[in-house]
């Protein structure tokens, strides 16, 4: 069964600092991972989607790469600013087909002025 | 493009009542999938539903049931309410349910179960 880790839970940071943020799964063989972003009480919103067979995606001053061989993806945000502070999660999918996403807890991001 | 569209936005019920949550999907979206987040859970999967079929579905007992129109609007049924349902009930589309596509959220819909 696919288990989606992600470290640190929580993050408290100054502005304009430079982030990584981990995500680890247990079965590599995976079809893709995605990246979300969370406001309280609110739904997903996606950033960034890596098929197994890319190594990373970028999008503005987000990066994602993808290590499938360890388990592992990060989700590198440049130059934090307040509005970064969201919960991070991220989803993977297994190859064979199945539909089925599994999520990992979040990330939650404080970016304080 | 308006984006996946979830309604009611809050939900107050009570224990042995039921409850119906609507998702409409973007434009031109064929699958919708249904999840259920909780602090002690995280997020999980219910099913998902494709040209009117579930074609996937997690491990949530049969009071959980959920339909979809021609028009791929999806309706999600919760019977006799426990207070454990007290959750932020999350819809997603993608275009045809592949495995390799984006999903997108709606807002969500909180019930709170008294």
């Known amino acids: 069964k696919q288990e989606v880790t992600q470290i640190p839970a929580a993050l408290s940071v100054p502005e304009g600092e430079n982030l990584v943020l981990n995500c680890s799964f247990t079965d590599s063989a995976i079809y893709n991972l995605q990246w979300f972003r969370q406001d309280p009480g609110k739904g997903l919103t996606s950033l960034l989607l890596i098929q197994s067979s890319q190594r990373e995606q970028t999008s503005g001053r987000l990066n994602a790469s993808l290590d499938k061989s360890s388990g592992r993806s990060t989700l590198y945000i440049a130059a934090s600013q307040p509005g970064d502070s969201a919960t991070y999660l991220c989803a993977v999918r297994v190859a064979g087909g199945s539909y089925i996403p599994t999520f990992g807890r979040g990330t939650s991001l404080i970016v304080h002025p | 493009k308006a984006g996946v569209t979830q309604t009611p936005r809050y939900l107050i019920k009570t224990r042995g009542q039921q409850v119906t949550l609507s998702c409409s999907p973007i434009s031109g979206h064929r699958s919708v999938s249904w999840y259920q987040q909780t602090p002690g859970q995280g997020l999980q999967f219910l099913f998902e539903?494709?040209?009117?079929?579930?074609?996937n579905k997690g491990n949530f007992p049969g009071r959980f049931s959920g339909r979809q129109f021609s028009n791929s609007r999806s309706e999600m049924n919760v019977s006799t309410l426990e207070l454990g349902d007290s959750a932020l009930y999350l819809c997603a589309s993608s275009l045809g349910g592949l495995t390799y596509e984006k999903l997108f959220f709606g807002s969500g819909t909180q019930l709170s179960v008294l």
């Open positions: 539903y494709f040209s009117e079929t579930q074609r």
